[in-house]
Structures are given as structure tokens and as C-alpha cells.
């Protein structure tokens, strides 16, 4: 195994663990977005709620997303530790440099501690409250043979051992669900135009470092070519460095302007 | 013209060094970079003031020593050119010209604009070269090479090994020069006994000299001389790799 470590501390093997883990958290952003996506959903949370059951009781789910807290936080301190270690290659500065290179190239340290800081805000905002906040209930009541579903919220003090309480009643041909309403609260939090204005700031962060990222993670495993990298170049800014920003800003500017 | 300079003076490799300013005056602007250095040294001596020191050999664009950081830039403001080749005509009358060395704990400042560069050195003697007996060259029609990857070859071998990618670099990463280096051999069958080994060897090389990690920044190939292409990064990135799965040694 010594050749591994010695590979992977190698300058470019500690660039690879990078790529990975940053194309890994990549494929996390589609997950992540499309579905969040169910959000925008005008079924009183519905969809939303019993997704947010699913994504936090599969266990083959679970146990990708503690696999993906430990990369973010790998990548994080790798990066940093990367930053720092490439710093110490250049103790005296220019005292005149024109810096030749772009702009989101050379801030992705900085861009990565504030994707950082925001990760652990969006985390206490949403995931905390999730598992260890006492939450709303909703339940909603599906007519089996419409397909209508009627949203009631439960009292104040209500709680349920279960993440999710489900009966059908055949005779009176409903289904009843009883959920924590996770909904709810990311429509309270997006009430609060501070919370707005750092969640849509926090995209941008994630766009510069994607322009970037994206395309720099191919270059890193040695995957160029002259047909297919100006893809992996416009699929980095279009589909990461866009879309998928703009899809998640779109969330809290939902909830604030149109709720 | 007249030109002000604003030149890094350091004594020798301990020394805390400076920015001094000299004026230039009756500039031609057909002089080049280093002539105009010339003609400021000549008026320094009989100034009694210790002339600067300053790298250069063939004066041609192809030996490499010509080390200067002009203007926040490596080798000056034109593309695909080094400092011998730039003529005061680049500038204009009346302009501040900042000068300073290449910037890297892995090149440290000899005196004033001259830095050691035998980290260079080191990691071509670690792989940089193929090993063969010698005797009469064979015939060259014996090694087909298709046009294409000759081209390349050739294209990589144009590195002078100046340093401007480490220079200009953010993290003083020599991965370009090293990359040139091993895409030259990699694409030819005469490289391809000692492939493996040279990848390893070089980049563990140039890790222990303490050039920085490439984060693809695409500073070096902007400001290579020799327009070495970023494709040999992603070259030496896949040559390192497929060594260190494929190399036998444990
Ligand atoms: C949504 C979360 C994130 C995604 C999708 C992501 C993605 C990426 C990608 C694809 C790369 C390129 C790898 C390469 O150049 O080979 C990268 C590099 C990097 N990331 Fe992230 N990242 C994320 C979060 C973070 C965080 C939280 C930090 C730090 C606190 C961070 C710091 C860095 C650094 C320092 C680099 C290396 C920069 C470079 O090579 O120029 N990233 N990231
Ligand atoms: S790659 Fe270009 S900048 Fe770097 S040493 Fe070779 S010629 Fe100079
Ligand atoms: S002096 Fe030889 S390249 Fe400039």
C-alpha cells in the first residue's frame, strides 16, 4: 500500500482527491436539486415532506449521506490544506503582477470557506432542526378515489415515535399521513429577507467555484480531449455554473416574493 | 525614449532586498530589453555603483536564462516571446518599467534578478532524458512516426525550461515545464522503455524541490514563450497516474 499513500500525497494525487470528491459533491447538486425541486409543488408540502421521510429513513440513502457530510468535509480541509502548502511555494509576492489567469481560478479557496460557512448554516437551518428540533405535524388525508388531498395542521404539542404515521381507512376510502412539516419551516425561514439575501449570495459562490471546478476536476484526472473538453467546459457553466444555481436561488426568492 | 526603472537589488541570498529606481534616457527603441540593461549597467559602473545582475546567454530566444519579471508579467507584455526578444519598442517614452526575479521558494534569489534554478536541472536528471548506447544513429525511416504525434512531440520539446510557468504561476508549480518534458518522450517510441519510471521520477522530483500543487489555473501556458499547451498537463496528470496503478515496484 505504500505506493498508494505515496501516490495520493503526491502534488497530483492530492489534486485527484480533489477532482473526485468535487465531482462527487457535484452529482449531490442535481440529487440535491431535483428533488428539492418538489418544493415548488402547490400540494401543502406534500410531495416535499414525505420525500424528506424517505431521504432521511433509506438506509441505502442514509448511508450515502454520511458519505457525502465526510467528502464535504474532506474536501473542505483538503483544499485548505492544499491552499496553504501551495502558498508556502512562493514566500515573497510581486510586487507588480498582472495575473494571467481568471479570477474564479484563483479565488476557489476563499469561494469554498464561504460555500463552507453557508453549508453549515444551511445544515443548523434545515437538517438540525429535521432531526433533533421539535417540529410542526401535518397531515394530510388522500380520497382514494379522487386523489384529492386535504391538508390539516396538527396542534401545537402533537408528536409521533414514527417518522411517518400511516393508515388507510377502505371504507371511507381515505389514506391519512402524518408528517413532520418540514415544508413549513423553509417557508418561515424564507420569510426573512437576510436568510434570502445569504442563501441567494451563497449560489453565486457556488457558481464562481464551479466555472472553475468542473472543468479544472477533468483536466486534474488527465481527462482532456480535443472533442470532448469544450463539452466538459460548456457543461460546467451552463449546467453547474448556471442552471443549477439559479435552480436553487430560485427557493428562497419562491418562498419570499410569491408565498 | 526615457524610461524609469524600477529594478530588485539584493546582494546576495540572505540579503533583504528592494525595489531601486533608475532613470534611462536616450533609450532606442530599437534596443532590446536587455541592451537597454546593458547601456544602464555601462553608466552604473562609471557611477560607481555596482552594476545589476542579471541572467542571459544565447540572446536568441532558445537557451532559456533570460529571467525577468517585467511589468507583473514573465518575459514582458508580448505573447510567445522572452525577455532577449523584447524591444524597447514594446514600451512607451516616459514609461515605468518594473523588473524583479522569478518568485519561488524553489528558485531563490542569487543577486538581484538572478535565481538558482537547478531545481530544474535536478528534475531532468531524475527522468528527463532516454537512455541509449551508443553507436551509429539508425536509420530514421526504421521508427514510424505518424505526423500528428511527432508534431506534438515537437511541440512539447519547444520548452527552454525558463521558468516562466513557475513565475507566473499562483503556486510556483512547475507542472508545465514538467509535463513538457515528459510529453516530448512520452509520445515517441524512444521514450517508451523508461515511460513509467520517468513520470514517477520527475513529479517526485519536482515535489521534493517544493514547486506548489497545479490547480489548473492556466497562468504558465499564458505566459509561456514557447506557447507549451495545458494538454501536457493533462498528459503528465495521465501518464503519473496510469504509472503508479500499472509500475510493478511496490
Ligand atoms: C457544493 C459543494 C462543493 C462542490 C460541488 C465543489 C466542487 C469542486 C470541484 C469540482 C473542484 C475541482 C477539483 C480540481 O480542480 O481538480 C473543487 C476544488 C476545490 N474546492 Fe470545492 N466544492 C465544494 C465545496 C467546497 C468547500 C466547502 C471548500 C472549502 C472550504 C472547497 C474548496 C475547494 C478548493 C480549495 C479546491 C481546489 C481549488 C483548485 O484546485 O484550484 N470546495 N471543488
Ligand atoms: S514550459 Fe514554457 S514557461 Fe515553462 S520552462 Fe518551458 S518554455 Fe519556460
Ligand atoms: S537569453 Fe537565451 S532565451 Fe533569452
Redesign the interface.
Known amino acids: 500500500m ?2 498508494l499513500t ?2 495520493l500525497t ?7 482527491l480533489m477532482a473526485l470528491t468535487g465531482l462527487f459533491l457535484c452529482t449531490f447538486l442535481v440529487v440535491h436539486l431535483i428533488g428539492n425541486l418538489q418544493l415548488f409543488k402547490s400540494d401543502g408540502g406534500y410531495a416535499f415532506n414525505t420525500y424528506a421521510v424517505f431521504m432521511t429513513t433509506f438506509p441505502v440513502i442514509k448511508v450515502v449521506s454520511y458519505v457525502n457530510y465526510a467528502l464535504i468535509l474532506f474536501h473542505a480541509f483538503w483544499g485548505i490544506y ?1 491552499t496553504y ?18 479570477i474564479f ?2 479565488s ?1 479557496a476563499i469561494l469554498g470557506l464561504i460555500l463552507l460557512v453557508y453549508l453549515v448554516v444551511h445544515m443548523s437551518d434545515f437538517w438540525y432542526r429535521y432531526h433533533y428540533e421539535h417540529l410542526p405535524y401535518v397531515k394530510y388525508t388522500e380520497n382514494l378515489t379522487t386523489g384529492d388531498i386535504t391538508t390539516t395542521a396538527m396542534d401545537e404539542g402533537y408528536t409521533q415515535v414514527v417518522k411517518k404515521f400511516e393508515i388507510s381507512d377502505v371504507a371511507a376510502g381515505t389514506k391519512t399521513i402524518i408528517v413532520k412539516d418540514l415544508y413549513k419551516v423553509v417557508g418561515y425561514a424564507f420569510q426573512n429577507i437576510l436568510l434570502v439575501l445569504f442563501y441567494v449570495l451563497a449560489m453565486f459562490a457556488v457558481s464562481f467555484h464551479l466555472i ?1 471546478g468542473f ?2 476536476a477533468f ?6 480531449h480535443p472533442k470532448y473538453s469544450p463539452l466538459i467546459k460548456n457543461l460546467g457553466i451552463w449546467i453547474f455554473a448556471i442552471l443549477i444555481p439559479i435552480g436553487y436561488a430560485a427557493m428562497p426568492l419562491y418562498f419570499y416574493f410569491l408565498k | 525614449m526615457n524610461i524609469t526603472l524600477k529594478v530588485w537589488r539584493q546582494k546576495n541570498q540572505n540579503a533583504k532586498g528592494a525595489l531601486e529606481t533608475y532613470k534611462v534616457s536616450d533609450v532606442s527603441p530599437d534596443m532590446s530589453f536587455l541592451e537597454m540593461f546593458d547601456v544602464l549597467n555601462e553608466r552604473l559602473v562609471t557611477e560607481d555603483i555596482e552594476p545589476i545582475a542579471f541572467d542571459h546567454d544565447c540572446r536568441e530566444g532558445i537557451c532559456g536564462t533570460c529571467s525577468m519579471y517585467i511589468n507583473g508579467r514573465p518575459h514582458g507584455p508580448l505573447e510567445g516571446v522572452t525577455t532577449c526578444q523584447l524591444h524597447m519598442r514594446s514600451f512607451k517614452d516616459g514609461d515605468t518599467i518594473v523588473v524583479e526575479p522569478w518568485r519561488a521558494s524553489a528558485f531563490p534569489v542569487i543577486k538581484d534578478l538572478v535565481v538558482d534554478r537547478t531545481a530544474f536541472d535536478r528534475i531532468i536528471a531524475s527522468g528527463g532524458f532516454v537512455s541509449v548506447n551508443t553507436g551509429n544513429a539508425q536509420d530514421a525511416n526504421n521508427l514510424p512516426i505518424g505526423k500528428d504525434q511527432a508534431d506534438k512531440a515537437f511541440a512539447a520539446a519547444a520548452c527552454i525550461g525558463c521558468g516562466a510557468c513557475v513565475a507566473a504561476c499562483k503556486n510556483a508549480s512547475a507542472m508545465l515545464f514538467v509535463s513538457a518534458k515528459v510529453s516530448q518522450l512520452a509520445l515517441l517510441p524512444q521514450g517508451e522503455p523508461e515511460r513509467e519510471k520517468r513520470a514517477l521520477n520527475m513529479v517526485a522530483q519536482m515535489d521534493a524541490e517544493g514547486f506548489g500543487a497545479c490547480t489548473n489555473t492556466g497562468a504558465c501556458a499564458a505566459e509561456c514563450p514557447k506557447e507549451i499547451s495545458l494538454d501536457n498537463i493533462a498528459r503528465l496528470n495521465r501518464e503519473f497516474l496510469s504509472a503508479s496503478v500499472a509500475n510493478p515496484e511496490v
Do not use: E, F
Open positions: 505504500g505506493w505515496k501516490t503526491s502534488s497530483i494525487g492530492k489534486k485527484v492544499i502548502k501551495n502558498r508556502q511555494a512562493r514566500p515573497v509576492g510581486y510586487a507588480v503582477n498582472k495575473n494571467s489567469s481568471s481560478s484563483r476557489m472553475h472543468q479544472s483536466q486534474t484526472l488527465g481527462l482532456n
